[in-house]
């Protein structure tokens, strides 16, 4: 009787250790299929994406969204030349959209699958570089400018010039870009930022030349530095400037009499994306009126989702520069592909930071 009752207990204990493995493994299985759901690769500019769109996407479609940044469209572009990066979203500004276009790189959107589309002001539509929009839909608008601490810098800047003042040695930022930093010293010189006279560029690739000792760094992600105290002045994005004057709120923006660049950036999706219908999803969903208004009001972009205003507060609504003025407006040039001649940008670009 013993032996017998043993015999059950070591009978039951097999059971027990079985269901134990089984247990184990069930739950394997379960964290096994959360690491395979599917991924949504996002390459974007820093603070594009913030982690409320990304998980309000995820917990929604029971996705995972992972995000790189960039910090110039042409590194995105030597990125995506090489093919196959895995990226399903990106978003190039204007000029290289219609680069991109023309070099094939981007995927055809269904605009079946992207019913929003609707929702986009027709302001913001068929822009020259994507004259009926089959690549790409807008994200956001700006314009680069100077943004300064207003408890320093005085007077207040209202030129480009302020940029090569000994005062502010080693106290400002200048952006690291082969198509605005050129286009700063075209304009402020009184040329077009998308000139394509080689005499021009030289002049102007000089004039930064003459800048460099007085640059403490170039860099694209001017709002740490703002914030830190680590510059006074930055030759930045405009949504840069007014995210650092929330957390530091003497920082002021101002875009130079001579006048600047203004962009919109857009979301695109490349050929090679391995989860495409994921990514139109994605593209729907950021232009929901109310998805689209956190997206301004993170970024401290303007909305082209009219409906999204509704969700905006005043003072994002009414900003002189985040709406700009008529005045302002006048004064703001599109960065243009240049064809053959944007390689010159490059080229002084290169030398300047060589030197
Ligand atoms: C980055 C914003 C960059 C926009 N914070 C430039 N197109």
């Not at 029971?62 to 790189?68: A, H, N, P, R, S």
């Not at 495409?276 to 989702?305: H, M, Q, W």
Request: some cysteine.
């Amino acid at each position: 009787m013993k032996q017998f009752s043993s015999k059950w207990f070591s009978v039951i204990s097999v059971t027990k250790c079985n269901l134990l493995l089984y247990t184990i493994f069930m739950l394997s299985f379960v964290g096994g299929c959360s690491d395979s759901k599917q991924q949504l690769n996002v390459f974007t500019w820093s603070g594009y994406v913030s982690d409320e769109i990304r998980t309000g996407f995820e917990e929604e479609f029971g996705v995972k969204v992972v995000v790189d940044t960039y910090g110039t469209n042409e590194d995105l572009l030597a990125k995506l030349s090489v093919g196959g990066t895995g990226y399903d979203i990106i978003m190039p500004s204007d000029y290289m959209v219609s680069i991109m276009i023309k070099s094939k790189l981007l995927a055809e959107l269904n605009r079946k699958n992207i019913p929003n589309y609707s929702n986009i002001s027709p302001n913001y539509l068929n822009k020259y570089f994507d004259p009926e929009n089959h690549y790409s839909v807008p994200y956001t608008f700006g314009t680069a400018g100077i943004a300064y601490d207003s408890s320093i810098v005085s007077p207040t800047p209202d030129s480009w010039t302020v940029l090569w003042d000994e005062k502010y040695k080693n106290q400002f930022s200048i952006l690291d870009d082969p198509r605005e930093t050129p286009g700063l010293a075209l304009k402020m010189l009184g040329y077009s930022l998308n000139t394509t006279d080689p005499e021009q560029l030289n002049q102007a690739k000089q004039k930064l030349i003459e800048q460099k000792p007085l640059v403490k760094q170039y860099k694209n992600e001017a709002e740490e530095l703002l914030i830190a105290g680590d510059v006074v002045m930055a030759h930045c994005w405009s949504g840069d400037a007014f995210r650092a004057a929330d957390k530091r709120p003497t920082i002021k923006y101002v875009i130079p009499k001579e006048g600047s660049s203004q962009f919109i950036d857009n979301v695109c999706i490349p050929k090679t994306a391995p989860h495409k219908d994921l990514a139109e999803k994605f593209i729907n969903y950021l232009l929901r009126p109310e998805i689209n208004a956190k997206i301004s009001a993170f970024t401290k972009y303007g909305t082209c989702v009219p409906a999204a205003k509704e969700h905006l507060p005043e003072e994002i609504l009414k900003h002189e520069y985040i709406y700009p003025t008529a005045e302002v407006l006048q004064s703001l040039e599109w960065i243009k592909d240049q064809g053959d001649f944007t390689q010159q940008y490059s080229r002084a670009w290169e030398e300047i930071k060589a030197k």
